[in-house]
């Protein structure tokens, strides 16, 4: 009887044992794979990670994260010498409607933009362009200089990277496309896209 509940210890503790190895292995095998795909533009290779649902590339010997590859921002339409305005910065002020439909896309873009210009020392400052709840500045296109360029991001017809009156003006039309303004921007300000 005695050796009866001492072999059902045994089968026990290997089944435990068993369970979590194999946890430990497929979480190994499978939880920890960060790169499924890799993509080229320009000598740039992109590696896509799935856990994060991002693209990274080394530009300029910085880690640069999007969520778009630049043949999917392509068709992003860039009127004017946009990027000439933002490139060699050490501040963007970014700025929105605080009751846009699409606030919390434009919300997202612009803190994805302000991670990644933050590795190259770039400041992205964030504010609306009236008072709001949110306690950030007011930001409107009338103040942009030639020192601290303002990106404007508002609704528009078309996805579109335009300039008036010195302000930088992001339009898009949907979420998606809001992120992926913010990514052809990136890739102007970065120089992987004219």
Not at 128 to 151: E, G, H, M, R
Request: hydrophobic share 45%; with cysteine.
């Amino acid at each position: 009887m005695k050796e009866k509940k001492e072999k059902k210890k045994w089968g026990l503790i290997l089944f435990l044992v068993f369970i979590m190895l194999g946890t430990t292995f497929s979480f190994v095998f499978f939880g920890f794979s960060p790169v499924t795909e890799k993509a080229k533009y320009n000598g740039l290779i992109f590696s896509f990670i799935p856990r994060d649902n991002i693209w990274i590339a080394k530009i300029n010997g910085k880690d640069a994260a999007f969520s778009f590859l630049p043949k999917d921002a392509d068709d992003v339409l860039v009127f004017d010498d946009s990027f000439k305005m933002l490139e060699g910065r050490f501040e963007i002020d970014v700025t929105s409607d605080a009751n846009s439909t699409f606030k919390e896309a434009i919300a997202l873009a612009q803190h994805q933009m302000g991670l990644t210009l933050a590795q190259y020392n770039i400041y992205v400052r964030k504010g609306f362009t009236a008072n709001s709840t949110f306690s950030l500045p007011v930001i409107i296109c009338k103040d942009a200089t030639l020192i601290v360029p303002i990106v404007y991001f508002n609704y528009g017809n078309t996805t579109n990277i335009h300039v008036e009156n010195n302000c930088i003006i992001a339009e898009a039309s949907s979420n998606a496309d809001f992120i992926k303004v913010k990514d052809r921007l990136l890739y102007g300000i970065l120089g992987v896209m004219n």
